[in-house]
């Protein structure tokens, strides 16, 4: 049972607009900020977005992150084949003094 | 060009013990801080330990508090991590990340499986 709670699934076709939800509490989402990591299969994570909504260099814009409360969300627009993959949240813990993952979501694109 | 190279996993046998290493380059090693971070097989992302840049504060998951013991080598750029009295869910791959409010850059993961 992961302390971030994410659907274990999600797709779209082509184009689409996707958005993948993370939900957790006032001592990890609620007190700190959220990052995320797209894992493509066989292969190791790589950081997304961090601080709730930021880009590192090379993301395209069609990913986008947003943090309300204890909440947070990855969009991706403009879906496209090669977005297939395993897209984690993460943030600190305070009471547990760690870090937290969500259990992960499967995007499929149709 | 930053690098993380991971080394060290193997099979071991329930209750016994694995060290594993990590070879950064590319950064100031020592202005980090570094964690480790597994992934069992078909499951999700787990934090397992970090460390602080001059090795004074370290954190671990409850599960292996007592058991695993993560350190560093600033003059040789390396991060370890001490795993002993494995078990049969200890068996990961395991990254070594650094990290910097994030973690921003990642190893390619070396497979530790414990198994009689």
């Known amino acids: 049972q992961s302390v971030l709670t994410q659907p274990p699934s999600a797709s779209g076709t082509p184009g689409q607009r996707v958005t993948i939800s993370c939900s957790g509490s006032?001592?990890?989402?609620?007190?700190?900020?959220v990052n995320w990591y797209q894992q493509l299969p066989g292969t190791a994570p790589k950081l997304l977005i961090y601080?709730?909504?930021q880009r590192p260099s090379g993301v395209p814009d069609r990913f986008s992150g947003s943090k309300s409360g204890t909440s947070a969300s990855l969009a991706i627009s403009g879906l496209q084949s090669e977005d297939e993959a395993d897209y984690y949240c993460?943030?600190?813990?305070?009471?547990?003094?760690?870090?937290?993952f969500g259990g992960g979501t499967k995007l499929t694109v149709l | 060009e930053v690098q993380l190279v991971e080394s060290g996993g193997g099979l071991v046998q329930p209750g016994g013990s694995l060290r594993l290493s990590c070879a950064a380059s590319?950064?100031?090693?020592?202005?980090?801080?570094m964690s480790w971070v597994r992934q069992a097989p078909g499951k999700g992302l787990e934090w397992v330990a970090n460390?602080?840049?001059?090795?004074?504060?370290?954190y671990y998951v409850d599960s292996v508090k007592g058991r695993f013991t993560i350190s560093r080598d600033n003059a040789k750029n390396s991060l370890f991590l001490q795993m002993n009295s494995l078990r049969d869910e200890d068996t990961a791959v395991y990254y070594c990340a650094r990290e910097i409010g994030y973690f921003d850059y990642w190893g390619q993961g070396t497979l530790v499986t414990v198994s009689s």
């Open positions: 006032s001592s990890n989402i609620g007190s700190d900020t």
């Open positions: 601080s709730n909504n």
């Open positions: 460390i602080k840049k001059d090795g004074s504060e370290k």
């Open positions: 590319g950064f100031t090693f020592s202005r980090d801080w």
């Open positions: 993460a943030a600190w813990d305070d009471s547990l003094n760690g870090w937290v």
